[in-house]
């Protein structure tokens, strides 16, 4: 009995293990029998089939990305631009999406060569300066929507499609930087002279400020010095009127004290020597 039961236990345990297959939350399946369609199953769960006969082909349900190869693009003013673009999209319809493409990687290279396609036919319209402005956004939204009525098609809904990089090729880029490289250097010369020619002005300016400021200070330094000598003199003038023997003396003292002063000093004189009229009796000269 028991030889019986175990091979019918194994058969059952294997019928059931192919028979059971579970959905989940990101994936949406199809259950084909010998290859024809039979059921979409959208909901995530725990599912059958009969096994065997049927089998089950798992699809993604969420927000895909799309990275297309770079594609070189000739814009209406014959420039030539590198177009790096990736795009997002979203299986909506499964049983469209298998009966058309199969699977992911097909769908990928389909859409890739129908986002370069859109994006040559749209940007080749526009000139460069276009492209490369703010203007780009309405230019991506026209991809955008040839790209989607085109992936209506493959049961594939196009969320979005943006470029990452608008580059120029490397011979232009090359032309451009040196072009560039040698506008920046005219520029540079220019704000050089520019500068020189600022600086010998400012200099100029300055000496020409300091030698006026240095006149004026001299002119106005030899008018206090005559005020101050004429106010000397006046001063002296006014004591001499007061006292005018007081102020030879006074004067005769100076002139002993510089003509005297010093050990080596010699004067060979006449002792009734006007220089000498002091060395007498003062206080009668005073008196």
């Known amino acids: 009995m028991k030889k019986i039961l175990l091979p019918i236990i194994i058969v059952l345990g294997v019928t059931a293990f192919f028979s059971i297959f ?88 389909r ?63 090359e032309a451009i930087y040196r072009r560039m490289q040698t506008e920046r250097n005219r520029e540079a010369k220019e704000f050089r002279a520019k500068g020189a020619e600022m600086a010998i002005t400012i200099t100029s300016t300055a000496d020409k400020e300091v030698t006026v400021i240095l006149a004026e200070a001299e002119k106005q330094s030899q008018i206090m010095k005559g005020e101050g000598d004429g106010q000397r003199n006046k001063i002296f003038a006014d004591a001499f009127g007061k006292d005018p023997d007081f102020f030879a003396f006074y004067r005769a003292m100076q002139a002993y004290e510089k003509a005297l002063i010093g050990g080596e000093t010699s004067l060979i004189l006449s002792p009734d020597s006007e220089f000498f009229k002091f060395f007498g009796n003062i206080k009668a000269k005073l008196d």
């Open 111 to 173: 859409l890739s060569t129908i986002i370069n396609s859109r994006i040559r036919s749209v940007l080749g319209t526009q000139r460069l300066q276009t492209l490369l402005s703010a203007d780009r956004t309405n230019q991506m939204a026209l991809i955008q929507d040839g790209v989607n009525n085109e992936a209506e098609k493959f049961g594939i809904k196009i969320v979005d499609v943006r470029i990452k990089r608008a580059d120029l090729p490397p011979a232009n880029s």
């Open 22 to 109: 579970i959905v989940k939350e990101i994936n949406q399946a199809i259950v084909l029998q010998f290859g024809d369609p039979k059921r979409i199953i959208s909901t995530p769960g725990i599912n059958f089939k009969i096994p065997f006969i049927q089998n089950v082909v798992f699809l993604d349900k969420r927000i895909l990305n799309l990275d297309a190869p770079p594609e070189e693009v000739i814009a209406s003013d014959q420039k030539r631009l590198i177009v790096d673009a990736f795009a997002r999209f979203q299986i909506v319809d499964p049983l469209k999406f298998y009966i058309s493409v199969g699977n992911e990687r097909v769908a990928r290279s």
